[in-house]
C-alpha cells in the first residue's frame, strides 16, 4: 500500500508551510514537495494605489522583515521620482543602510537564537518540548540573554530611524524622512541602557566560534546533510565586487563557482528571470531564463552572498569569510548546513557595518530629499536577511499602480527547500516504515536552515496548532497527530 | 526597576476584532492617564521578557474568541512554562516564566481578555466587539488603575 505522510504545518520557520512525501508499496519514497499552500496577492491589490503608498504597503507582507520590503519599495520608488540608488543624498543613503544593516542583525539573531540553536544545542532527536527556544532559555540562560540583546539591539536601530520595531517608516520618495541625532546615536555607543556596539561585536565573534566548534564537532553531518549541487544568486558591490546587502549589481554562479549571471543592473532583472508555477503550490519557481526551469534555479540568502561575493569589507568578517572559504579549499558550498554559518558571518558584517556608520557624522545631516525626473518603472533589489528581494512597479500618469511584480527570497528558494526535502526524504526517510519525531525534524531541519518565511503577521492565539496526517493510497487517513 | 505599569496590547488590526488589544491601547492613550507604558505587539516574543522584567506591574490585554460574561475576563497570571510548538508565538505565562528564569523577577501580572466575533482579513472591530471594549475600558478605569497606581 503506498502512503502520504503530511508534515503540517512544518514549526520554526515564519509562517506555515506543509511537507507531504509520497512512499511507494515498499515504503520507499516516491516524491517529496514543499507546499506553500497561504495565498496573500499583494502584487494585485496594490495595484491602483497611489505609488507612494507602496513602502508602507509592502511592509504589511511581513513581521520580520518588513524594512526590507519598505527599502526595496523605496529603492524603486526612488526610481519613479527620477532617482537611482547613487542618486540619493549621501546622508540618506547611510541611514538607510544602517536601518537595513539593524534588520538584518536582528533578523538572523532571532533565527540562530530562537530557530536554529535548539536543534544545534539540544541534537535533532531530542525531546520536542525541550527543543525549542523556552528549552535554550531555560538551560542556557547566559546564551538566551545575549540572543536577546542581540536582538534588541537591531530592533532598536531600526525604531530609532522608523519609530517602531515593526512596521514604522522612514524611507520616503527621494530619501528619509528624518537625521539622526547625537543624542540618539549614543544610546547605541556608551552601553548605559543597552550593551554597546563593541558588545555586538564581541558576542557575534562569539556565536561564529560556536559555530565553527559545532561544525568540527559534527561534520559529517554538517558536511553531507542536505548538500546538493545548485546555483547561487546575490547582490555584490558594483565596484569591488564584495558582500552587498542595500545596493548592487546581481550575480549568480552555478555549482562549481562559474559565473552564469554576470553583474547585471537591477532593471535589467526581468531580461533574465522566468517564474514557473506549479498546481500544488502558490509560490513560484523563479529561474534563470537561458539556463531553464531544470537548470536555472538559485539559492539565495548567507550562503548564496558568500559564494557570489569576492570579499567582504570589514576586516573581522573578512577574516572569518576566509576562513568559511577554506573548508572548502575556496571553490563553492553547495552543504545547506554551512548557512548557518555564513548567517553568523553577516551578523558579524552588520555590526561591524552598523558601528562605522554610527561613527559617521553623515548621520546627523539635514540633507535627506533629492528630486528628479518622473518616470513610470522603477525596480527596487535588496538583499533582505533571507535573500534577494525584488519589487517592480510601474505606474500610470495620475500616480497610480499599474503592475506589480515582487520576487521575494523565500520564493527564490522554493525550488532549493524541495531538493532540500527532497534529499532528507531519500536519505533519511527512505525504506523506514516508521516516522520518528526526530525524522520528522530533519525535513524541518531542512528547510529551517533556508530561514522562509511563508506568511506574516497573522495572530490568532490557538489557532495554528501543528497537525502530522497519514494518508494511504487511496487519500484515507492511516495516522493524525496534533501538537 | 520602573514604577509604572506596563500594558501590552497583542493583536492585529488587520484581522477584524484581533485588533482589540491595540484598540484598547488606542483608548488607554486617549485618556492621558499617568504612570502607564503602553507597548503594541503582534504575538508575545523572547524579548518581551527583558521588557517585562524591568516593570513592577503588567497588563497583557488580547482579543478572545471565547465569549465572556460582560465580554471580557480578568485573570491574575503566573510564571508557567506552557512549552508552545513554534517560538513565534508565547503565551503571557511563558513569557512569565523566562523572565523569572533568565532574569530573576516576578512581577504582578494580570489578563484582560476581551472576547471577539470574528478575526477575518479585514479592518474594523465588530459591533459587538465594540461594546466588549468599552465595558473593558469602564472595568479598567473603575477598578484596575486606582488599584495598581496606588501600588
Redesign the interface.
Known sequence: MSQKIVIDPV??V?GHGKVTIHLDDQNKVKDAFFHIVEFRGFERFIQGHPYWEAPVMVQ?LC??CPVSHHLAAAKAIDQIVGLNPEDLSVPAQKIRKLLHFGQVFQSHALHFF??AA?DLLFGYDAD??KR???GV??EY?EI??K???M??FG?EIIKLITGKK?HGISASPGGVHKHISAKEISYFLDGKDIPDINTMIEWSLEIIQFMKAYHENNKVFMDSFAAYPSGHLGLVNKKTGFLELYDGFLRATDAEGNITLDDINNDDYADYFYESVERWSYLKFPYLKHLGREKGWNRVGPLARLNVCDGIETPLAEKERQDFKAATQGKTNNMTMYTHWARLIEVLYCAEMMRNLLHDHDLMSNDLIRKGTRRNRGVGIIEAPRGTLIHEYEVDDKDRITHCNLIVSTTHNNEPMNQAVRWVANNVMDGRPEITEGMLNQVEVAIRAYDPCLSC??????????EMTLYDSKGEILDYKV? | MNHKTLIIGIGNSGRQDDGLGWAFLDAIESLFLENLDLEYRYQLQVEDAELIARYNSILFVDADMVQHPNGFNFEKLYPKDVNSYTSHELNPETVLHLAKTIYNVNPECYMLSISGITFHLNIGLTEIALLNLDNAIRFFKQDFYNSVTTF
Open positions: 514549526t520554526r515564519e504589511r513581521g520580520i530562537y530557530l535548539p520536542p518540548l525549542n527556544v523556552v532559555a531555560m540562560p538566551a540573554k540572543g536577546i540583546l536582538r534588541k530592533q515593526i503577521a497573522t495572530h490568532a492565539m490557538g489557532q495554528m496548532p501543528m501538537k
